[in-house]
């Protein structure tokens, strides 16, 4: 089994609403982060969790919150979702050692 | 933000050469970090080189990291097909406030398209 899942895969939506990613994770890291890729772009962090009760904003917050669950849950919401955020979002973990271990990714279609 | 920026963008070369992608960055680091992303799926984590090192290897691997003129180069040597991908170099989005080491997030260049012709 992977060890980091993102569900759901894929995802069309219509501008206004709200949508839910979720993440799971099964490498017991206390670190987990959000990022998206835009095409031909590298990614780019939107925000990240040291451990339940710690959420910090990364690059490009705005339109976007989190909730961390559990230490292997960090689900990213988009209370109202706009055309421009559609993209490719990321969900990766981490240890103290810096490597980051990235799921397959969801692709985001806002209509 | 601070940012690293691959050179070339787009790579394409025989399989059995060898593929050198470069990177450079603007600010101070704690580490640099290589990734490979193949077509639509996550990145997979290839070497961490730390600010103190100046070269490392993996397999076919070699990094390299100059802080003086703040660029990495990443050498892929005897290319197969396999090694097509994107290639991209991240380094610490908050190096200052995260100095001790800790794996804060990331910042990503646009990376290099590798190509990989049989």
């Known amino acids: 089994d992977a060890d980091v899942t993102q569900t759901p895969r894929n995802r069309i939506t219509k501008t206004g609403k709200r949508i839910m990613l979720e993440c799971s994770q099964t490498k017991g890291h206390d670190r987990m982060y959000w990022y998206r890729q835009d095409p031909g772009l590298g990614l780019r962090l939107i925000y990240y969790?040291?451990?339940?009760?710690?959420?910090n904003k990364g690059e490009i917050s705005d339109g976007y919150s989190v909730s961390r669950q559990a230490q292997a849950k960090f689900s990213l919401s988009l209370e109202s979702a706009i055309p421009n955020q559609t993209a490719l979002y990321f969900c990766?973990?981490?240890?103290?050692?810096?490597?980051?271990?990235f799921g397959p990714g969801t692709r985001l279609t806002v209509l | 933000s601070q940012q690293g920026e691959e050179d070339p963008q787009a790579l394409s070369i025989q399989e059995g050469e060898n593929a050198t992608m470069n990177c450079s960055y603007k600010?101070?680091?704690?580490?640099l970090q290589w990734y490979r992303q193949n077509s639509g799926r996550g990145l997979v984590h290839l070497i961490l080189i730390r600010s103190n090192e100046r070269e490392k290897h993996s397999g076919r691997l070699r990094v390299t990291l100059d802080t003086s003129k703040k660029s990495s180069s990443l050498l892929i040597t005897a290319s197969r097909a396999a090694d097509t991908a994107s290639y991209f170099c991240?380094?610490?989005?908050?190096?200052?406030?995260?100095?001790?080491?800790?794996?804060?997030?990331?910042?990503f260049g646009k990376g290099t398209h590798l190509i990989i012709q049989p």
């Open positions: 991240a380094t610490d989005l908050f190096p200052i406030m995260y100095s001790g080491g800790g794996a804060d997030g990331l910042t």
């Open positions: 969790s040291f451990d339940v009760k710690d959420i």
């Open positions: 600010t101070s680091i704690n580490n």
């Open positions: 990766a973990t981490s240890d103290s050692v810096n490597e980051q271990f």
